[in-house]
């Protein structure tokens, strides 16, 4: 089968398109042929081998996986002797679990219990595809929050992959929310439910008096510092990168007041697959994409999405138009 590999870290251009072995399920597995699948901010990350710490997860000289990709979409193609759910034919979506990777090919195989369930009805491979990372990874900041209905919650990057989840899961929960981002985006961020938007080219949130419940920075670029003033006396600042965070979730734990919660490492389930695949049936969740790419092109799509410019998700097709 075609698979994107990386043999050593380094800039986009270590990607490759390359002939592997088309990989054999186990009996409590089943093979997709994937049709769709993305570039994520973890991708890139991993490609890069930064932050340099990273590697020891990653493979310390060189990377030990050697295909990236986590989300998919495509069509159960084969199943193990064990396999019960899904059988061939069957459309699915999904993501791999936390720290594997495979989906930058033609083919992967996954566990029956891995985060993967049938595609919800009309929606396509390529949006499908673009469902579970950004919303996993919402969805893990928002719960340990204790968001709940009426509560004011800011999501700061409200445009990214995270960011557009964000707005959504927590319009979900009944929170009031207000959305920053950059003006292009302003329009997006209210069709996805935000009851207030704030363009962070013409006004800095934290000097115009207001005060919410939850600050959740989706894009790594505010602080608990600059965010402190904006909080509400027990509110929380939810953050997704910058190592500082973890120190200042374990300090602000011990004390009184105001917090920092940085929930990692990620936690891909298939109850939470299942569960955005309701709120979609139901017209409740959808997947923002801003390009898509073939297969073949990974390295442009992956320059583009280190430009951290995208607006939700960039997708990589796989023999389909
Ligand atoms: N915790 C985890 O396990 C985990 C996993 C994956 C990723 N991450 C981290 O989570 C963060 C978000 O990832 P993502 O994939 O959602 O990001 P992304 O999609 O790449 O975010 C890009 C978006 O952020 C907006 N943006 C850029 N600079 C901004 C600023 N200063 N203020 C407000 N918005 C800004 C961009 O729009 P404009 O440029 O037009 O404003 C763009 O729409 C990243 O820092 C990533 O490293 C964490």
Known sequence: MRAVVFDTYGAPEVLRLEEVERPVPKADEVRVKIHATTVTRSDCAVRAGKPFISRFFTGLRRPKQRILGTELAGEVEAVGA??????????VFGTTSAFRFG?????????????LAHKPAGMSFEEAAAVCDGAILALMCLRPAGLRKGQRILVYGASGSIGTAGVQLAGYFQADVTAVCN???????RSLGADRVIDYTQEDFTKNGETYDVIFDAVGKHSFKRCQGSLKRDGVYLATDGLRNLFLALWTSRLGGKKVLFPIP??????????LKELIETGRYRAVIDRRYPLEEVVEATRYVETKQKTGNVVLTIGIA
């Open 103 to 115: 989906t930058h090919a033609e083919f992967i195989c996954m566990q029956e219990s891995a985060p």
């Open 82 to 91: 064990a396999v019960s759910e899904f059988a061939v034919g069957d459309h």
């Open 183 to 189: 003006t292009k985006n302003l329009e997006l961020a």
């Open 266 to 275: 990620p936690r891909y389930t298939k109850k939470d697959v299942l569960f």
